[in-house]
């Protein structure tokens, strides 16, 4: 079955960085594009980034452009996102996604928390 | 950005009874191939979101088919026939036509 376990989240002080990773399991990681998504504290879902199957071609939202690089290692099968300059308002829970038949993400993973805060 | 907008922000069910949730977005959700990316997901407490609707009426494996999606263009619509213990939890509307993708505030669902 599909897995997909977050981990890297914690406290990160603004202006420091911070390195998400995604680990996948269950189906061939290399065919999939896949997305980070996250969720502040009593506020609901923002999309933050989406990378193609291969690597080649990333997408992000125009609040981290810039700030936050999705990537990917097909040989290990795990996603990642680098943080760099972090706001107090990127503080949340951040999800990574396998993409489904078009943009959706059809599996999600648990998710893992990340503070920013100095 | 596509703003999606999500009624009621919550609602509390009677077991065995129906439930319906709509999702309007600020604009039309057709592709230019002809399909339309509207989905549903379902976070029940302490887990991840899962998939129920894609492409504003396919199930996704695996899911009930007490869950049923409807509409088209910009007013979509996701109906419970009989709710049930194991369908609480947060509903979200989202499109995926285009990138950002965007997702509607959340129905809360309970049971009374």
């Known amino acids: 079955q599909v897995q997909l376990v977050e981990s890297g989240g914690g406290v990160v002080q603004p202006g420091r960085s911070l390195r998400l990773s995604c680990a996948a399991s269950g189906f061939m990681f290399s065919d999939y594009g896949m997305h980070w998504v996250r969720q502040a504290p009593g506020k609901g879902l923002e999309w933050v980034a989406l990378?193609?199957?291969?690597?080649?071609?990333?997408y992000y939202a125009d609040s981290v452009k810039g700030r936050f690089t999705i990537s990917r290692d097909n040989s290990e099968n795990t996603l990642y996102l680098q943080m760099n300059s972090p706001r107090t308002e990127d503080t949340a829970v951040y999800s990574c996604?396998?993409?489904?038949?078009?943009?959706?993400?059809?599996?999600w993973g648990q998710g893992t928390l990340v503070t920013v805060s100095s | 950005d596509i703003v999606m907008t999500q009624t009621p922000l919550s609602l509390s069910v009677t077991p065995g009874q129906p439930a319906s949730i709509s999702c309007r977005s600020s604009?039309?959700?057709?592709?230019?191939?002809?399909?339309?990316?509207l989905c549903w997901y379902l976070r029940k407490p302490g887990q991840s979101p899962q998939l129920l609707i894609y492409e504003v009426s396919r199930r996704f494996s695996g899911v009930p088919d007490r869950f049923s999606g409807s509409g088209s263009g910009t007013d979509f619509t996701l109906k419970i026939s009989r709710v049930g213990a194991e369908d609480v939890g947060v509903y979200y509307c989202m499109q995926d036509t285009q990138l950002p993708l965007t997702f509607g505030a959340g129905t809360k669902v309970e049971i009374k």
């Open positions: 990378i193609s199957h291969d690597g080649n071609n990333k």
């Open positions: 604009q039309s959700l057709l592709h230019s191939d002809g399909k339309t990316y």
């Open positions: 996604a396998k993409q489904g038949l078009h943009l959706e993400g059809d599996y």
